[in-house]
Structure formats: structure tokens, C-alpha cells
């Protein structure tokens, strides 16, 4: 929180993901000073687009929605004339065969096995029946789904690839997060959006978006160009040791590889538990014990480049099944045609965590996604020419039982740092999308501008960090 009333002259920003990048425009477009430490030697943090070689592909796979006008527009004027508007397709891949995702109940009829689809129905009547005689707690991940959804597609669908996702039993995630990211309507809302199509009032997912020609790291570079055109300075490579404040004057000292700057303020984007960390003892010591609860999900990313070009036109493809190591894949070329020149590329998706075998390298990660991508029927394997590996080590906080709590102690703390300001998904522990990235970083900036706080600009309901 910044001293009121006081608009700082220099500000120190760290990260150069979207909403770090947000905050320093809307700070030099205001005439501060601004300085923006990154890691890495590019911007975008998580909206990244790998270029390597023939490989031209996201950090998995990205696509801009907002459902504010003045987003779209921001979007726009940064990149004029290059937004495709796009009509989303993405399947499950479930008991050898594939389903529209968001789930259309002809659809599940068509294509189930007809004892399967009869289960599901009873187990939902069951758990309805079973929810009026005892009403059910909705403390965690799989007593929300099993309750909307019945228990037999939990088990086919919401459980395994849940649990494959975060690496952990559903029961031990909060159920924050089945009603944040799970937008379609239980098994009831599903069988109305059918029979009566435009009458459901149920938070549905988006059938178009839009997203950059030449990748989604477009937004990051454009915004980073203007940030230096501003007179902004982003500072890469540059790896954060130590914040401590300056006595006599106030605002931080940032002790980085580069040497000692010095700032008014600062906003922060890195990870909230890396954040806290770099502040020592600015903060309290049960501070440091809520944010050591926290922890993310890492993600590696197997792209392979192929001879031919795929006849799927899905944008991605969720994969809950146990036989195969990936969650989801996509494909780069349904997003952006100019992705691949010759051919086409598939990115497999795996989460894991920082520093076991599949982060560390030990398994063949390469050969699991040709072989995979051989038995979904996509390609064959003489169609792969080569494969690239990507890694992001903070890419989804995870909403285990007990995170609200951890998060609100630490974000509490940090709202009473005055000159700080943290924000984005890793800043504030949140899952959220790219709008709210850059909406969270301007609103940050106007934090120390003395334009109110970023935690009062935003609801922080379900509905609020709903998937687009």
C-alpha cells in the first residue's frame, strides 16, 4: 500500500509477465520512473511464445477473452489489425472416444455406451435423492463435483483428471476451485441447456476469443516496446536477491546480479511466496510461515513438429486418462495459421512438481507424447520430425484445503507494506486470466497513484476469475 497522498518519482516493478508489463506502461505513460527486473531475457512470463528454431509455439495454449470493452480495446491499439477471431473447439478424450467440451448432452448419448450413460443418470438421481435426506458439505474439490455432477462422471472424468492435474487426491483440493474454473452446469444444467437452449442462465464458456497473429507473446513484447518508447527501462536476466528499505528516505533497496537499485515503490508480479521471501524481515515471521503453505504446480511442455498437417481442428484436447503421462495438448497452427510454414506442431502438457522426474528430465517425455499422439489417432510416427522441451515452474497455485486462509494472512500483510503493491497470478495467488493480468497490473500502478486499492477494484467471487 502506498503512503497516501505521496505519488512516487521512481518505482521498481519485478517481472515482465502481463501485469507486471501493465503496471510500468500505466507508470510511464504517468511520467514515473520505472525499471522492470525480469529473470528471464524476454517478456511474458507465462504468455510467452517459444520461437527455437522451426518450433513457434505458446506456453501452452493461450487465448484472449474479456468481457470488458476497454480490455479488448487496450489489446487492439496495442496490436492494430493483427486480433483473429476464433470459434473455440475443444474435446475430451474419454473411454477411447471423444466429447465436445463444454458437454452437450446429445453429444454424451451419442457417443457413451449406452450402460455408461444410464449409470451417470442414476448415479445424479441418486446423489440428489442422497443430498435432500443429508445435505452434503462442499469443503472440497470432489464432494462440489460428485454433488452436481453424480459420483460415476466423477470417476470417469472430474477425478482422474483432476488428480492428474495437481498431483493430489480432489479431496484434498478446496472447493474454490471446481467453482472458479468448472463453468459449465451440472448434469441437470446440461440436460435443460439442451431441451431448452437459450433459457439457461448458467456460466457457460465463451465460444470465441480472440488471439495475436504470430503467438500470444505479441501482447508482452508490444507492451514491453511502448514501456521503452515511454522511457521505461526493462532490465532482463536480472536475478532479485534481497529488499530492504532505506532508512532516511523511505521506498526499497533491491539488492539484484546487477548490482543495488533503489526505488520509491514497488510492484511486485513474481510469486507471492518468492515475494515474501526477498522482504526478510519487512514482514512478520507467521507471514513467512502462511506463504511457506503455499505452493504452485509446475508444468513441462513436449512440442513436436511434424511432416504433415493434422486434420483435428481442435484448439486443445483434454486428456484425464491414466494411460497417458499428459493432461491436455494442442495445437498451435488451429490458433494462429501462420504457426507453422510447413506441417504442423502438437504441444503436449504435463504438470508435475519443480525438481522430480518428470521436471528434472528423467523420463522420456518425447517419446511418451509420439506414442501418445500415435494411439489418439493424430499422426502417425513417421510424420515426427523433431521435439522441443519447455518448462514453467510456477504455472497454477494450487487451491488445496487451507490455502484462503495462508493467502488472506499474506496478502493482509502485504496490503500493510507501505510502497508495495503486489498483483497478477503468482502476486496474488490466484488463478486468473490474461485480462485480469492486465487489469490487475494498471490497477496496481493506480494503487500508488493514489487511485485505490487492486484487492477493493475487484469482487473476488467465483464468477470474477471465471475461465473465459
Given at each position: 500500500?502506498s ?14 509477465g ?6 510500468a ?9 520505472v ?10 512470463g507465462?504468455?510467452t ?7 513457434h509455439?505458446?506456453?501452452g495454449?493461450?487465448?484472449y477473452?474479456?468481457?470488458?470493452p ?8 496495442l496490436?492494430p ?8 473447439l ?9 466429447f465436445r467440451?463444454?458437454?452437450a ?5 451419442r ?11 442414476l ?9 435432500v ?8 474439490f ?9 459420483r ?5 472424468y ?6 492428474k ?6 479431496a ?8 472458479q474454473?468448472i463453468?459449465?452446469p ?35 513484447g ?16 536480472s ?11 523511505g521506498?526499497?533497496l533491491f ?8 526505488a520509491?515503490a514497488?510492484?511486485?508480479?513474481l510469486?507471492v ?7 526478510g524481515?519487512?514482514?512478520?515471521e507467521p ?5 511457506s ?6 508444468l513441462v511442455l513436449?512440442a ?8 483435428a481442428r481442435?484448439?486443445?484436447?483434454y ?5 497417458f ?7 498451435p ?5 501462420d504457426?507453422s510454414e510447413?506441417g ?18 528423467r523420463r522420456d517425455l518425447?517419446?511418451?507424447?509420439v506414442?501418445g499422439?500415435v ?5 502417425e ?18 487451491y488445496?484445503?487451507?490455502?484462503a486462509?495462508r493467502t ?10 507501505e510502497?508495495?503493491v503486489t ?9 486468473n486470466?490474461m ?29 470474477t476469475w471465471?475461465?473465459?
Amino acid at each position: 500500500m502506498s503512503t497516501e497522498g505521496l505519488r512516487p518519482s521512481r518505482v521498481v516493478v519485478l517481472g515482465a509477465g502481463l501485469a507486471g508489463l501493465a503496471a510500468a506502461d500505466r507508470l510511464a505513460e504517468s511520467g514515473v520512473e520505472v525499471r522492470v527486473l525480469e529473470r528471464e531475457d524476454h517478456p511474458g512470463g507465462l504468455a510467452t511464445t517459444i520461437r527455437e528454431g522451426a518450433f513457434h509455439f505458446d506456453l501452452g495454449p493461450h487465448r484472449y477473452y474479456t468481457s470488458r470493452p476497454e480490455l479488448l480495446r487496450f489489446v487492439r491499439n496495442l496490436l492494430p489489425g493483427s486480433l483473429l477471431e476464433k470459434e473455440r473447439l475443444s474435446r475430451i478424450r474419454l473411454l477411447g472416444r471423444y466429447f465436445r467440451y463444454p458437454p452437450a448432452l446429445g453429444d454424451i448419448l451419442r457417443r457413451m455406451p449406452p450402460h455408461r450413460s444410464a449409470a451417470m443418470i442414476l448415479s445424479y438421481l441418486g446423489e440428489r435423492i442422497r443430498s435432500v435426506v443429508t445435505p452434503p458439505g462442499e469443503a472440497d474439490f470432489e464432494s462440489w463435483v460428485v454433488r452436481r455432477f453424480g459420483r460415476r462422471l466423477y470417476e470417469i472424468y472430474f477425478g482422474p483428471y483432476t488428480k492428474k492435474l495437481w498431483g493430489l487426491p480432489p479431496a484434498e483440493l478446496s472447493a474454490d476451485w471446481a467453482g472458479q474454473r468448472i463453468t459449465v452446469p451440472g448434469l441437470a444444467g446440461i440436460i435443460r441447456a439442451t431441451l431448452f437452449p437459450g433459457r439457461s442462465k448458467s456460466r457457460t464458456l465463451v465460444g470465441t476469443f480472440h488471439y495475436p497473429r504470430g503467438g500470444i507473446g505479441r501482447i508482452a513484447g508490444a507492451l514491453a516496446e511502448r514501456i521503452e518508447n515511454r522511457g521505461g527501462r526493462i532490465q532482463y536476466r536480472s536475478e532479485l536477491r534481497r529488499i530492504t528499505r532505506r532508512v532516511e528516505k523511505g521506498g526499497f533497496l533491491f539488492s539484484a546480479n546487477g548490482g543495488q537499485l533503489e526505488a520509491d515503490a514497488v510492484v511486485n508480479s513474481l510469486p507471492v511466496t518468492d515475494y515474501v521471501q526477498l522482504l526478510g524481515d519487512l514482514v512478520p515471521e507467521p507471514v513467512h510461515r502462511a506463504a511457506s503453505g503455499l505452493r504452485f504446480r509446475a508444468l513441462v511442455l513436449t512440442a513436436l513438429r511434424l511432416s504433415k498437417r493434422l486434420e483435428a481442428r481442435d484448439h486443445w484436447i483434454y486428456v484425464p486418462e491414466a494411460s497417458f503421462r499428459f493432461n491436455r495438448l494442442s495445437i498451435p497452427g488451429n490458433f494462429d495459421p501462420d504457426a507453422s510454414e510447413h506441417g504442423s506442431q502438437v504441444v503436449f502438457e504435463t504438470t508435475c512438481r519443480e525438481g522430480d522426474e518428470v521436471w528434472a528430465g528423467r523420463r522420456d517425455l518425447a517419446e511418451e507424447a509420439v506414442e501418445g499422439g500415435v494411439r489418439l489417432g493424430l499422426f502417425e510416427r513417421g510424420h515426427v520430425l523433431e521435439s522441443l522441451t519447455a518448462r514453467a515452474a510456477h504455472a497454477y497455485p494450487i487451491y488445496g484445503c487451507g490455502y484462503a486462509a495462508r493467502t488472506a494472512t499474506v496478502l493482509d500483510a502485504l496490503d500493510a507494506l507501505e510502497d508495495s503493491v503486489t498483483c497478477g497470478r503468482q502476486g496474488l495467488f490466484r488463478y486468473n486470466n490474461m485480462d485480469h493480468s492486465l487489469e490487475m497490473g494498471r490497477c496496481a500502478a493506480e494503487e500508488l497513484l493514489g487511485m485505490g486499492r487492486v484487492r477493493d477494484r475487484f469482487a473476488w467471487t467465483s464468477d470474477t476469475w471465471a475461465d473465459g
